[in-house]
């Protein structure tokens, strides 16, 4: 699962690494990104076919939901489901996107306790979560849009701390995943496969990440007294501008 992620990189980068055009969005950056906050979503303008960059709830709700409440358990959409499953199965045929992070947090239970990882890309650079998109109307007429991140099996790095983890695309999926080349159900999903584990780096950090109000770069540290299991103790990677 996914249930939290960091983004250090401001709109400013991910706009340009992501080739969006739109007006950047005011989302300021998170070493900590909750469900129900702003997620930055690559999404496919409808009538122009180029992408934006846009700031989207983090929790899907769908069209049919009474009550946006619902989001808050919809952070994640199953990878195996998501053809069939009534919440996401209309945005997986027509609203698919790619949620901007540089990396996200999991947890790994020893014992009692629970020991926090960073994960990254080997290479430092950004990630392209593979997620799906709705917009709710509100009784008053107003839009909320909101996202969900896809998960999958993990890899066999990353097992070592949960069974799943979110789908990261490779550049050359992106344009079938955003739709702006036509590709059949059965491609898409070829697409949702675990990123490899020589490919990521996961390291321990401190348990402050645990608490949402903390949100600061220090986050992203080494826990210098954490004893994590063989191969789960890589550096941070160098996050370049």
């Known amino acids: 699962m996914c249930g939290r992620y960091f983004q250090q990189r401001g709109p400013a980068y ?3 690494y992501f080739e969006t055009v739109n007006p950047l969005p005011n989302t300021p950056p998170s070493w900590n990104r909750a ?3 702003e997620a930055l979503v690559v999404r496919r303008h409808p009538e122009t076919g180029a992408r934006h960059l846009d700031p989207l709830r983090w929790g899907l709700v769908p069209r049919w939901a009474s009550d946006p409440s619902v989001g808050s358990k919809m952070i994640n959409a199953r990878s195996e489901g998501i053809t069939e499953k009534p919440s996401f ?13 540089d990396g996200f947090y999991e947890w790994r239970t020893e014992g009692r306790a629970k020991q926090a990882f960073a994960i990254a890309l080997a290479g430092g650079e950004p990630m392209a979560l593979a997620g799906l998109w709705e917009g709710w109307r509100a009784p008053d007429g107003s839009i909320l849009r909101t996202c ?3 998960t999958g099996e993990a890899n066999e790095k990353l097992s070592a701390l949960h069974h799943r983890m979110p789908m990261i695309l490779p550049r ?17 999903l070829a697409l949702l496969k675990p990123w490899p584990g020589e490919g990521v780096l996961a390291w321990p950090v401190s348990s402050r990440v645990n608490k949402v109000a903390e949100n600061d770069a220090a986050l992203l540290a080494r826990d ?12 941070p990677p160098a996050f370049t501008e």
């Open 172 to 188: 050359e999926a992106w344009p079938a995943w955003l739709g702006e080349e036509p590709a059949e159900p059965e491609a898409l």
């Open 148 to 150: 969900t991140i896809v």
């Open 35 to 37: 469900p129900t906050q």
């Open 224 to 235: 210098p007294f954490a004893i994590p299991p063989a191969g789960l103790d890589d550096p």
């Open 14 to 16: 991910v706009a340009r």
């Open 89 to 101: 199965r209309e945005a997986f045929r027509r609203r698919r996107c790619l949620v901007t992070a």
